[in-house]
């Protein structure tokens, strides 16, 4: 839920006052995991790339990303899409309640199996046995 709320609000200050803009490459990393850049706005500034890197630009290459001329928000490779995000948000709301519920559920239903079996296994009361008959009169001799 966390990254949507940051894709979210990077494309909302992207919609609000972000434009295409053609930047340049100046420097580009790449490890075995992550890939990043750096380029040159049009008026000079030097921002970080886009998320993910440039995507196959190498140093010097000119890349059209949309930035924020305000440069509170990272620059990103496609146009700012809110409505993804917020609908993407909402299924993922939805599938966490769906889990949860389903959980609990199947919680009570073993809780209710675990007790029906505990009650079908408690020992009865223990009754003793009637004392024995008295024993016969012996006959005298």
């Known amino acids: 839920m966390a990254g949507f709320a940051l894709f ?25 995991s992550n890939s990043a850049c750096t380029v040159r706005l049009a008026d000079g500034r030097v921002a970080a790339g886009p998320m993910g890197g ?14 924020d001329p305000e440069g509170e928000v990272a620059p990103s490779n496609t146009a700012p899409n809110v409505a993804l ?3 993407l948000a909402a299924v993922a709301d939805i599938v966490l309640t769906v889990c949860v519920v389903r959980s609990a559920v199947i919680g009570v239903r ?3 199996e675990l007790r029906a079996v505990e009650q079908s296994m408690s020992p009865t009361r223990y009754v003793p046995p009637p004392p024995p008959p008295p024993p016969a009169p012996t006959a005298a001799r």
Request: hydrophobic share 45%; net charge positive; with cysteine.
């Open 85 to 87: 995000w917020i609908w």
């Open 54 to 67: 440039c995507r196959g630009a190498d140093v010097g290459d000119s890349v059209r990303l949309f930035v």
């Open 110 to 112: 073993r809780l209710r």
């Open 8 to 32: 979210l609000i990077q494309d909302r200050a992207l919609a609000e006052r972000g434009s295409w803009v053609n930047t340049v490459v100046v420097e580009k990393s790449q490890t075995r």
